[in-house]
């Protein structure tokens, strides 16, 4: 099988305690503007990446990251 081609980070996520106080921090400290914000989320944009704060009781939740892959390599990649 031919390897998935890697083409960067899509997005990381991290599960964080306090919401406003995490997004304070990536906002205030680091800088990165908010793209989005619910009860349970936010959201910033950095290049073409993204960055995701979830809280613990949010559905689907939890740290991760996704790689950017080919649009046409995806099929390949869930069957794999």
Not at 3 to 30: C, H, M, T, W
């Amino acid at each position: 099988m031919d390897n998935i081609p890697v083409l960067g980070i899509e997005e990381i996520a991290f599960e964080v305690k306090n919401l406003s106080r995490s997004v304070a921090f990536y906002q205030d400290v680091i800088g990165l503007p908010l793209f989005s914000r619910g009860p349970k989320q936010a959201w910033f944009r950095i290049g073409e990446q993204w960055l995701a704060l979830f809280t613990q009781d949010r559905i689907g939740s939890g740290q991760h990251f996704a790689l950017r892959i080919p649009p046409q390599a995806a099929e390949r990649a869930r069957r794999a």
